[in-house]
């Protein structure tokens, strides 16, 4: 066994305890987590041994959620590469124009084309603000390949449904407002 390698998820690295039984570096830290207990935290720096044990690489992601980010990070350097070179080129050749035309007329340029030069200018920088968010969204997406570890690892499944669980939080929340708001009022008499 490589010492520095962990094996591919699915394979057995634990042993009957639920103890990891090779050599497997923290993916945080570096720290050995050999005899460590799959639940429990690294000891140096409390990432939990699950996460360094099972692979949560990137190399064991799905291949189209890869393919994703991919494209997410692409639509997001467009972005960038059309705001901080081409917007400025894209500006001064804009200007040019109204330049020329407030050169003939010997005095300020037509309203008309300092507002279609505008909106040009707002309408570029619109559609890149907006490529960049799609990109950006890329990472927030779940990767199907890790779907059911948690449950695979430490038996933890989500008991309550989303929008219950909103629901709740929501209600915690306004009680909590209400309870600091009681209190306030006490204190304030
Ligand atoms: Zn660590």
């Given amino acids: 066994m490589e010492p520095d390698q962990p094996k591919l ?13 090779m050599d497997a570096q923290c ?10 207990k799959v639940e429990a935290l690294c000891p140096e720096c409390a990432q939990p ?14 291949p189209r959620w890869i393919k994703g980010l991919a494209r997410g990070t692409a639509l997001v ?10 917007g400025p080129l894209l500006s001064l050749a804009l200007s040019i124009p109204t330049m020329m035309n407030a050169a003939q007329s010997q005095g300020a340029p037509s309203t ?3 507002h279609v030069t505008a909106s040009a200018q707002f309408v570029y920088h619109a559609i890149l ?11 927030t997406r779940r990767d199907p390949a890790q779907a059911g570890r948690a449950r695979e690892l430490f038996g933890f499944e989500a008991k309550t449904p989303f929008e219950e669980g909103l629901r ?3 209600a915690w929340y306004r009680e909590y407002r209400a309870a600091i708001a009681r209190r306030e009022s006490r204190g304030a008499r």
């Avoid at 041994?49 to 799905?62: E, P």
């Avoid at 350097?77 to 081409?86: K, M, S």
């Fill in 9 to 21: 998820p699915g394979a057995a690295t634990l042993d009957a305890d639920g103890r990891v039984a």
């Fill in 27 to 36: 993916v945080s830290c570096g720290y050995n987590l050999r005899t460590l």
């Fill in 49 to 62: 041994v699950a996460y360094s044990i099972q692979g949560y690489f990137l190399r064991f992601a799905s």
């Fill in 77 to 86: 350097l467009i972005a960038l590469g059309g705001t901080v070179v081409v």
């Fill in 112 to 114: 008309r084309l300092v």
């Fill in 129 to 139: 603000t907006v490529l960049a968010i799609i990109g950006l969204l890329a990472p």
């Fill in 168 to 170: 709740r939080t929501i």
